[in-house]
């Protein structure tokens, strides 16, 4: 069965510091990765997906993350954060025809 | 282009009663789906349709829980009777069609209190 892991509950950055959240996955074969955000009261919105292709993927609001085979990782960074990226972040997995799977989530708090 | 839609954002029950949750797709989806989120925890797919027809729900307590999307746009999720273990967030998202390649977007949810 396929699952998800993000070690960290809670992570507080300074504004300008480099961020990175962490996500480990389970999985038979390559999965389809994604990572989500979700502002208090609102859905979640897709930050970037990896299906194939380069392991650096690029997404939207200046985030990246790297697939790493070899360490069934699937890490979220962004090189400067802003105050507004304070949210909760979920790493998922899916596979084949098998349901996506979220992880318990990551809360960014960013302070001045 | 208007996202899914979502009423009530807020309710607030007593156990054993019912409650129902209505999702608005966006427009030309054909695959919705119903998740619910305990607080503190990621998303859980409770169903899956595609346009009118039951996709997966292997996760949807039967006993208490029911949907439809009748005319294959808009659904409607209900709980009867409610439990105290039902407080979550339903959040409702809509895509073109299944398939992990294809982005799925999320309503602002429905955020349930069982009392």
């Known amino acids: 069965a396929q699952s998800v892991t993000q070690p960290d509950i809670h992570i507080t950055v300074s504004e300008g510091a480099s961020l990175e959240l962490r996500c480990n996955y389970s999985y038979g074969a390559t999965p389809y990765l994604f990572w989500y955000v979700q502002s208090p009261g609102q859905g979640l919105q897709l930050l970037l997906k990896?299906?194939?292709?380069?392991?650096l993927v690029q997404g939207i609001k200046g985030f990246e993350a790297e697939f790493k085979r070899s360490q069934s990782s699937f890490n979220l960074r962004k090189p400067s954060v802003h105050w507004s990226d304070a949210a909760e972040y979920f790493c998922?997995?899916?596979?084949?025809?098998?349901?996506?799977?979220f992880g318990t989530g990551t809360k960014l708090q960013v302070i001045p | 282009e208007a996202g899914v839609a979502q009423s009530p954002r807020y309710k607030i029950i007593e156990k054993r009663q019912s409650v129902a949750f209505w999702c608005n797709p966006i427009?030309?989806?054909?695959?919705l789906y119903w998740y619910q989120q305990i607080l503190g925890q990621g998303p859980k797919l409770l169903i899956q349709f595609q346009n009118n027809g039951v996709v997966d729900d292997s996760q949807l307590p039967k006993d208490r829980f029911s949907a439809e999307r009748l005319k294959g746009v808009d659904s409607t999720l209900k709980i009867q009777p409610a439990k105290l273990e039902d407080s979550a967030v339903y959040l409702c998202a809509s895509s073109t069609r299944p398939g992990h390649d294809v982005e799925a977007f999320f309503g602002q949810g429905t955020r349930l209190t069982v009392v």
């Open positions: 998922a997995v899916a596979g084949g025809y098998q349901k996506v799977t």
């Open positions: 427009s030309g989806h054909a695959t």
């Open positions: 990896y299906f194939s292709g380069d392991t």
